[in-house]
């Protein structure tokens, strides 16, 4: 009998856990396409901080091909990642009684546009913002400036995927 369940349970798992095919823990559902562009996001905002617009570019990329089977190409890709960053700015949220600020945000914003070669109703233009705050007596450059915006390309680019691939 002990044998009959060495079997049969671990069948059972197999069949079970393989109706699961449709289901992604990244969230997106069927890609009706197998590779995709990323074309570089031009950084077009009234305060240029250098080198973010190649970090968005890339972070876009990693987080797509870590969370997808599709195939990163330079051209022909069936969808297409394309747009450039609209905003970077610094403003405070809190004043101290020596009218200085107490903290300070970070915003980024990054319009996106997606083209979907198999399915045109999906395409769409978007745009994307997060922010990042941080206390008013610190410096935003170094550690802390790098830390800032990944923190806030990690939420756009998962926003990103999911409006365009999770459909949320």
């Known amino acids: 009998m002990k044998k009959l369940y060495k079997i049969i349970l671990p069948s059972l798992l197999l069949v079970l856990?393989?109706?699961c095919?449709?289901?992604s823990f990244t969230g997106a559902g069927p890609?009706?396409?197998k590779s995709f562009q990323v074309n570089y996001f031009l950084n077009n905002a009234l305060l240029v901080e250098p080198g973010i617009d190649r970090k968005f570019t890339v972070a876009l990329q990693d987080l797509i091909q870590?969370?997808?089977n599709l195939v990163l190409t330079n051209a022909d890709g069936e969808l297409v990642y394309e747009g450039e960053i609209v905003d970077y700015r610094i403003t405070p949220?809190?004043?101290t009684a020596n009218q200085f600020a107490a903290q300070n945000r970070l915003t980024i914003s990054?319009?996106?546009r997606f083209m979907s070669k198999n399915?045109?109703?999906d395409d769409f233009e978007k745009r994307f913002s997060h922010f990042y705050d941080y206390s008013g007596d610190a410096i935003l450059t170094g550690a802390?400036?790098?830390t800032a915006v990944d923190e806030i390309f990690e939420r756009i680019t998962q926003d990103v995927f999911t409006a365009s691939l999770a459909k949320w």
Do not use: C, H, K, W
């Open 144 to 146: 802390q400036l790098n």
């Open 31 to 33: 890609i009706n396409a």
């Open 66 to 68: 870590n969370q997808t």
């Open 17 to 19: 856990l393989s109706g």
């Open 110 to 112: 990054v319009n996106v």
């Open 21 to 23: 095919g449709i289901y």
């Open 93 to 95: 949220m809190a004043a």
């Open 119 to 121: 399915d045109p109703e």
